[in-house]
Every structure is written in C-alpha cells, then in structure tokens.
C-alpha cells in the first residue's frame, strides 16, 4: 500500500477508536508509521485529509460503478451498476474507511458538499438511464439505505443485501422490457 492510503487507512481507525474531535496529525502519523513532516507533505490539515478520505471514497465507489457499467448495456445499465458498486462497497471487510466518514460529517458538516456534488452527478445519471423515475429511485434509495446501515452498524446487512437488489433489479428489468 502506498503512503496516501497508509495515512487514510490510519485515519479511519483513529477517528473510529478515538472519534473525530480527539484524532491530531501526530496520532495520525504515528499509527501509519509515517513522520509527521511526511504526513504534512501529503495533507496539509486535518481537514484536508478528513476530506481526502471523503473524496477517495467517492472515487473508490466510481470506480466501481464504471468497472460493472462496462459489463451493462440498455435501459437501467447505470442503475444497475450503482447496485453492483453499493454491494461491492457493502461486503467490503476489514475497511473503516466508509464508517469513518459518518463520523467526520458530524464534526466537519461542510464535507457533505463533496457528497452533495457526487450524488448529483449519479442523480443526472439515474435520470438518463432509460428508467421510471419510481424504478430508479427504488432501487437508489434501497442501495443508499442499505450502505447507511451497514456502514453506521446499525444493522449488518451484508447477509440479505445481494438477494435483495438482485430481486429488485430482476423486477425492474421485467417491468421494463
């Protein structure tokens, strides 16, 4: 793994065992076995890095979504690969990355603007799919809820979550031929 993601892997655990308010770049840069000095090379600021996690979750999950998009065609194709990256996102072990950032949003509210600006990117999206507005949000609102849940821990959701999108996909793409 390479520095950058030592640091938010880091980052994530402390704000996880720590919480938000009582992580220090130094915490930081020790837990990644980094110096402090290589630390600030990288992020200048605690809020910057916090955002950094943010934004490279975001990647992360576009990337996804536009590995399972290549494998998609017609009506519903980046419907359906939203699906596919939130369960892929979903049965990801052993990364506190995704809790972490619900953590950082009740500290630093103005992260949620690098939200804000993904989600209208895939809403612009959802609505040139080819589907219902009703057929789309369906299933946006159900992978949203679901990846809400199993990052916050309120519920693990990972067991039921592959039966449940791929027999709301199944409906949708019934519904729509």
């Known amino acids: 793994m390479n520095t950058k993601g030592k ?9 996880l065992e720590e919480g938000v308010s009582n992580v220090t770049l130094a915490k930081i840069a020790k837990k990644a076995a980094v110096s402090k000095g290589g630390l600030l090379y990288h992020y200048h600021t605690k809020e910057a890095l916090f955002q950094e996690l943010n934004f490279a979750a975001i990647r992360e999950f ?8 290549a494998e998609q065609n017609g009506k519903g ?7 596919l990256a939130t369960l892929e996102d979903i049965k990801k072990e052993g990364s506190p990355r995704s809790t972490a ?25 959802f609505e040139q799919d080819g589907l219902t507005w009703e057929a789309a949000a369906t299933i946006r609102f159900v ?26 996909l199944a409906r949708i793409d019934k519904e729509e031929e």
């Open 7 to 15: 640091i938010l892997d880091a980052t994530a655990e402390l704000i």
């Open 62 to 69: 576009e990337e996804a979504m536009a590995r399972h998009l």
């Open 77 to 83: 194709a980046f419907t359906r690969a939203y699906a």
């Open 101 to 125: 950032l619900i953590s950082i949003f009740s500290d630093y509210p103005e992260i949620m603007a690098v939200w804000q600006e993904g989600y209208t990117r895939w809403q612009q999206r």
């Open 143 to 168: 992978c949203d809820g679901l990846w809400f849940n199993e990052v916050a821990g309120t519920m693990r959701v990972s067991d039921f979550a592959a039966d449940l999108l791929h027999k709301l």
